[in-house]
Nanobody
Framework: QVQLVESGGGLVQAGGSLRLSCAAS????????MGWFRQAPGKEREFVAA????????YYTDSVKGRFTISRDNAKNTVYLQMNSLKPEDTAVYYC??????????????????WGQGTQVTVSS
């Protein structure tokens, strides 16, 4: 089992940057595909980015391409989401998630096995 704890959220002005971190427990972190999702009030949880086991493959939803970067440090059991050029529509609770299995391309909520508690990101205009 993996326990995930996000940090780094906060309030930022439009155009600013934040870096989210997600620390994982356990010794098998490198065997999980990691993803970031977000959920705005009144909306469904949506995919943001995913990264493969060694970080060699990444995938982003269209709305964050060129602005967000997902990365991981397997030695530190941590996955990151660097968010630049933030917009008010990026405001949401951001969740990290871990997925077992053989495919690194995971964009659906149901494809992930473990979730963090979330961290709030608020972008003011």
């Amino acid at each position: 089992q993996v326990q995930l704890v996000e940090s780094g959220g906060g309030l930022v002005q439009a155009g600013g940057s934040l870096r989210l971190s997600c620390a994982a427990s356990g010794r098998t972190f490198s065997s999980y595909v990691m993803g970031w999702f977000r959920q705005a009030p009144g909306k469904e949880r949506e995919f943001v980015a995913a990264i493969s086991w060694t970080g060699g493959n990444t995938y982003y939803t269209d709305s964050v391409k060129g602005r967000f970067t997902i990365s991981r440090d397997n030695a530190k059991n941590t996955v990151y989401l660097q968010m630049n050029s933030l917009k008010p529509e990026d405001t949401a609770v951001y969740y990290c998630a871990a997925a077992r299995g053989r495919s690194w391309y995971r964009t659906l909520v149901d494809e992930y096995d473990y979730w963090g508690q979330g961290t709030q990101v608020t972008v003011s205009s």
